[in-house]
């Protein structure tokens, strides 16, 4: 039988959620929730689907769903997570995890307790690409990995009640795209940096519009990483290695590799978000919790990463 999938939420990833679903042969988007009844619809129109609910606790309670995406601003992730954990749904939250690392940890103790899956939607590490990129530097292929680059800025225009822009729902370019640059730092540098600085350029809602940093590793390894909402920027990750390089332009959606001038090209299907459904369904099917592919145990990491260059800026939000 297909894996049904319940999605929570009907904005701009939602949609491209659904339409990666189309490329998944055992999966299907089978429930819709939402804040009111016409969004619903219309989303179950658009990507034919047949049950669609006006709130998100019917969403939960919808007997005939075996897992829930999470597709809402970052500052309900933690809510919504835990109504549908609660309910004992597995649920795959976007990225980020959560606001900070203490909604973060919550998540994962409900998780935990209820013995009920979880995951982060932190998609690019679920791409073939990726997956390649970090084999290859796993086996030693460009020797030690010293030094990592990757940037993530992109040009939205100004909207101060947009999310992007907004602090009660969590604005700001670390949160949204800045968090993918920590990911690959800590996925492939080795976890958690010993020490971290950065400094932020705060615009005037008072979110980080763009920011730079630099992680040091316990073995000398450093990662140079920046993120922006006004800007547009390469979007490239490389690691430099004693014995040769990695890169992958546009990282956060790969198609290709490229490994000392060497460039490699990648077969994909589907809009790329397929990968991480398939992902949870082969866990959840599976009997597994978590995956070892994005423990939870990492999100957490990243996620006081995340806190703790907030820290460096004075960033707060007004949930916190
Ligand atoms: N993985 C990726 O590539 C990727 C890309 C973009 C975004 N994201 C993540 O996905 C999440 C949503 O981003 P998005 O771009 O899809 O946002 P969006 O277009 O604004 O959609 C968010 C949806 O959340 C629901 N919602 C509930 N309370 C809301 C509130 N107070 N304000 C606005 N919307 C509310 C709405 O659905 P209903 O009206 O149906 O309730 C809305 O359509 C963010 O956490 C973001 O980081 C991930």
């Not at 619903?40 to 047949?50: E, M, V, Y």
């Not at 829930?68 to 919504?80: G, R």
């Not at 030690?144 to 909207?159: M, Q, S």
């Not at 009997?287 to 995340?306: F, H, K, N, T």
Request: net charge negative.
């Amino acid at each position: 039988m297909s894996f049904r999938w319940g999605i929570l939420g009907t904005g701009a990833i939602a949609r491209q959620f659904a339409e990666g679903l189309e490329a998944v042969d055992d999966a299907v988007a089978t429930a819709v929730g939402s804040r009111s009844q016409a969004s619903a619809d219309a989303f179950g129109d658009t990507h034919r689907i047949p049950r669609r609910h006006a709130t998100y606790a019917d969403l939960a309670a919808d007997p005939e769903v075996d897992a829930i995406y999470v597709s809402t601003p970052h500052s309900l992730h933690m809510e919504n997570s835990l109504m549908c954990l609660e309910a004992g749904k597995p649920v795959l939250c976007e990225k980020p995890f959560a606001i900070n690392r203490a909604q973060a940890e919550a998540m994962v103790r409900m998780a935990r307790e209820r013995g009920v899956f979880l995951m982060e939607a932190m998609w690019t590490l679920c791409s073939p690409v990726m997956r390649r990129a970090l084999a290859l530097v796993r086996e030693g292929a460009i020797g030690e990995p010293r030094l990592l680059e990757c940037d993530f800025g992109f040009r939205a225009p100004f909207d101060a009640s947009g999310r992007l822009f907004d602090p009660a729902l969590g604005g700001g370019a670390l949160l949204d795209v800045g968090v993918y640059c920590v990911y690959m730092a800590h996925a492939f540098l080795g976890g958690v940096p010993a020490e971290t600085t950065g400094l932020a350029h705060r615009g005037e809602t008072g979110v980080d519009e763009q920011s730079a940093w630099i992680f040091r590793y316990p073995g000398g390894e450093l990662a140079v990483l920046s993120s922006a909402v006004r800007t547009e920027t390469r979007q490239r990750l490389a690691i430099h290695g004693t014995d040769g390089r990695i890169e992958v332009p546009e990282f956060w959606h790969p198609t290709t590799l490229i490994q000392n001038d060497r460039e490699q090209s990648f077969a994909l299907i589907g809009n790329g978000y397929n990968y991480e459904a398939q992902e949870v369904a082969r866990c959840v099917q599976g009997g597994r919790l978590e995956s070892e592919l994005l423990p939870l145990d990492a999100s957490l990491e990243v996620m006081g990463i995340l806190d703790d260059l907030r820290a460096g800026w004075g960033l707060k939000y007004p949930v916190e």
